[in-house]
């Protein structure tokens, strides 16, 4: 079992950029597959990206291409979300989650942290 606690949300202008981090307790969290989602309100949780455990292998939602870059330390069992040239339809709740595999559906997740607010605007 791992559990996950994100921070680094902010209210930012358009075309700015915000680092979320996602802290992980339990010794077990390198064998885990990571990944970013977002809901907005009155949305549908949303994939933005993931991580496999070592790293090596990414995945990102279209949204998030060439923008969002997904990292991992697992020696500090944390993993960041980069964010650049942020719009205001980013705006969200934004989760991390921790599975088996590095797969786009919310339901493939089953340890979720609480979220952290993400707000673009002028």
């Known amino acids: 079992q791992v559990q996950l606690v994100e921070s680094g949300g902010d209210l930012v202008q358009p075309g700015g950029s915000l680092r979320l981090s996602c802290a992980a307790s339990g010794r077990t969290f390198s064998s885990y597959a990571m990944g970013w989602f977002r809901q907005a309100p009155g949305k549908e949780r949303e994939f933005v990206g993931a991580?496999?455990?070592?790293?090596?292998?990414?995945k990102y939602a279209d949204s998030a291409k060439g923008r969002f870059t997904i990292s991992r330390d697992n020696a500090k069992n944390m993993v960041i979300l980069q964010m650049n040239s942020l719009k205001p339809e980013d705006t969200a709740v934004y989760y991390c989650?921790?599975?088996?595999?590095?797969?786009?559906?919310?339901?493939?997740?089953?340890?979720w942290g609480q979220g952290t607010q993400v707000t673009v605007s002028s």
């Open positions: 991580i496999d455990w070592s790293g090596g292998i990414k």
């Open positions: 989650a921790a599975g088996g595999h590095i797969l786009s559906s919310y339901l493939s997740y089953p340890y």
